[in-house]
């Protein structure tokens, strides 16, 4: 017997698509940079957002996903200069957050 491409996604897939439509607007608005984005669609996809909503704990998925949009709305592209003032000796050090964690992004 054949087997359709439906019978290899996981159950919930029509939940985790739901859920990702609602966040939808809220990540478009609150985070700007397209790389952020896919990375955070790419988490939101493969991560705890998913792994909660395949076993069926969808107010877990959600606040998981409210999470992982508060953090990637925070991953704001600040950079430090650490001792850059006066008397600083010669070059400045720079430092910064590390990026967000995430799937990896790939563009055609």
């Given at each position: 017997m054949p087997v359709t491409s439906?019978?290899?996604?996981?159950?919930?897939?029509?939940?985790?698509?739901?859920?990702?439509e609602n966040f939808r607007d809220t990540v478009s608005r609150f985070v700007p940079s397209a790389e952020a984005?896919?990375?955070l669609w790419a988490t939101f996809l493969s991560g705890p957002v998913a792994q909660a909503t395949y076993a069926?704990?969808?107010?877990?998925a959600r606040s998981?996903?409210?999470?992982?949009v508060n953090g990637a709305a925070d991953e704001s592209?600040?950079?430090?200069?650490?001792?850059?003032?006066?008397g600083a000796g010669g070059s400045a050090d720079i430092a910064r957050p590390a990026p967000a964690t995430g799937g990896r992004?790939?563009?055609p």
């Open positions: 439906e019978a290899l996604l996981p159950r919930k897939t029509g939940s985790l698509a739901r859920l990702a984005r896919c990375r069926g704990r969808l107010d877990e998981a996903a409210q999470r992982l592209g600040f950079v430090w200069l650490i001792g850059a003032g006066p992004c790939h563009r």
